[in-house]
């Protein structure tokens, strides 16, 4: 079974502080995505990536920039947290569209 | 933005009986897919759905899709208390270079009781 790992389950942070959220899968999976989270929001696409160092913004980019250097890790950046992306951030690879999304375990973070 | 729309938004009922979602949507799409979420987990993938598709199943899982309506309904059958959770729909437009972004809907929130 692929495998995607968050490497945080909860994160707390102080606003302003540069936060790095890393996920890394172990299947070899062209496509990445960071979601966020919110109660009565559903799921928010942030950044998606479909190869190494490519990436695309999704519905809710601001405040947050992405790297991929290597196809297994996708990294998640907030440059300045603030309270309002106090949030459960949810990374998730898929290879074809004919399978479902692997979804990691989320990261609960807070942001103080 | 949320492509699919679920409804109900919560539901409860007894172990033993059958539980029905439904998912409404915006846009034509490539495929609908099902997702259920554990309180506080990351989603896991249930079911896709091809939108040649009509009907699929998966062992107690029933997933209709109606092109012409935007919709489709997740049908859970002879239900236990280790369903409960929440539901998302999802859909997949293709209108990406990644070609297979999903959409989600702001999901179900299943109790079944024992």
């Known amino acids: 079974d692929v495998k995607v790992t968050q490497s945080s389950r909860y994160l707390v942070k102080r606003t302003g502080e540069k936060v790095f959220l890393e996920c890394v899968q172990d299947?070899?999976?062209?496509?990445m995505f960071w979601y966020r989270q919110d109660p009565g929001l559903g799921l928010r696409l942030i950044y998606f990536?479909?190869?190494?160092?490519?990436?695309e913004k999704g519905d809710i980019p601001e405040g947050y920039s992405v790297s991929r250097e290597k196809k297994e890790r996708f990294s998640l950046i907030l440059e300045s947290a603030s309270t309002n992306q106090t949030s459960m951030y949810l990374c998730?690879?898929?290879?074809?569209?004919?399978?479902?999304?692997?979804f990691g375990s989320g990261t609960r973070l807070t942001v103080v | 933005s949320q492509q699919g729309e679920e409804d109900p938004q919560a539901l409860s009922i007894q172990e033993g009986e059958n539980a029905t979602m439904n998912c409404s949507y915006k846009?034509?799409?490539?495929?609908l897919q099902w997702y259920r979420q554990n309180s506080g987990r990351g989603l896991v993938h249930l079911i896709l759905?091809?939108?040649?598709?009509r009907e699929k199943h998966s062992g107690r899982l029933r997933v209709t899709l109606d092109t012409s309506k935007k919709s489709s309904s997740l049908l859970i059958t002879a239900s236990r208390a280790a369903d409960t959770a929440s539901y998302f729909c999802?859909?997949?437009?293709?209108?990406?270079?990644?070609?297979?972004?999903?959409?989600f809907g702001g999901g179900t929130r299943l109790m079944v009781k024992p």
């Open positions: 299947m070899d999976h062209e496509n």
């Open positions: 990536s479909y190869d190494v160092k490519m990436k």
């Open positions: 999802a859909t997949d437009s293709g209108a990406n270079n990644a070609g297979n972004m999903l959409t």
């Open positions: 759905i091809r939108s040649n598709e």
């Open positions: 846009t034509s799409i490539n495929n």
């Open positions: 998730a690879t898929v290879q074809s569209f004919i399978y479902g999304y692997t």
